[in-house]
């Protein structure tokens, strides 16, 4: 191989190397170039993946769901033991219910 071909190949492994940050704004322009024509001018498109099944038939999102459902409902039960407790003092119904949150 000449000194020439040698010269050419370096510049062209340099204008290619998608790793390597470009020098200047002509391998800059090189490189966008190449890739409108590798691409055709589409760009390079990323495909959406589906989300993961876990073994039980469940989504992540379906298990946060249900997990924070099931929060909800054992702390208004809690709440709703706390408000008996406070109707058997002697408070009333709203007065008792208006103490929490989730009851209220």
Not at 64 to 89: D, H, I, P, S
């Amino acid at each position: 191989m000449s000194i020439f071909g040698k010269i050419l190949g370096n510049a062209a492994e340099r204008e290619t190397r998608l790793g390597m940050p470009a020098r200047d704004g002509n391998e800059m322009l090189a490189r966008a170039q190449r890739m409108y024509l590798m691409t055709g001018g589409r760009g390079f498109r990323v495909h959406a993946t589906e989300p993961r099944v876990y073994p039980d038939g469940k989504t992540r999102g379906e298990r946060k769901r249900a997990a924070r459902a099931a929060a909800v409902a054992k702390e208004f039960a809690a709440q709703e033991t706390k408000a008996a407790g406070l109707m058997m003092r002697g408070l009333s119904e709203a007065d008792a219910y208006s103490r929490f949150g989730a009851l209220s």
